[in-house]
C-alpha cells in the first residue's frame, strides 16, 4: 500500500512565502510523477504543479508560474513545493498526489491529506 504523508501549511501575509512537503512510502510505489493541486471553497480543485520522479520535468499552472518551484529529493519519494510571493487568493488546502505528469486529478492514483495554506490581505 502507498500513503502520502503531507506537512507544512500555515498563514502567512501577502508577499510571503511558505513551503509545503510530501513524502511517500510503500513498498509498491512506481508512480512516474508527483504533483501539488488545491481547493478553496466553493471551488473545484485546481492543479498547481506536478514533477517527473526519474527525469524532473515540471509543469506548472499559469496562476503560480514564476512565483511556485516544486522539486524532489534525492530518494524521488519526497515532494516539495517553496511557494513564493504569495497572494490572498493562493488560499486553499494544497493536496499532494502521485500518478503519471498529468494536469487532470481524476488520473493520479494516491493522495495526501491536504495542508491549509491561508494568506492574509
Known amino acids: 500500500q502507498v500513503q502520502l504523508v503531507e506537512s507544512g501549511g500555515g498563514v502567512v501575509q501577502t508577499g510571503g512565502s511558505l513551503s509545503l512537503s510530501c513524502a511517500a512510502s510503500?513498498?509498491?510505489?512506481?508512480?512516474?510523477?508527483m504533483g501539488w493541486f488545491r481547493q478553496s471553497p466553493g471551488r473545484e480543485r485546481e492543479f498547481v504543479a506536478a514533477?517527473?520522479?526519474?527525469?524532473?520535468?515540471?509543469d506548472y499552472a499559469d496562476s503560480v508560474k514564476g512565483r511556485f518551484t516544486v522539486s524532489t529529493h534525492n530518494s524521488k519519494n519526497t515532494v516539495f513545493l517553496q511557494l513564493n510571493t504569495l497572494k490572498p487568493e493562493d488560499t486553499a488546502v494544497y493536496y499532494c498526489?502521485?500518478?503519471?505528469?498529468?494536469?487532470?486529478?481524476?488520473?493520479?492514483?494516491?493522495w495526501g491529506q491536504g495542508a491549509q495554506v491561508t494568506v492574509s490581505s
Open positions: 510503500g513498498p509498491t510505489f512506481r508512480s512516474y510523477a
Open positions: 498526489a502521485a500518478g503519471p505528469l498529468t494536469r487532470a486529478a481524476s488520473l493520479y492514483d494516491y
Open positions: 514533477i517527473g520522479r526519474s527525469d524532473g520535468v515540471t
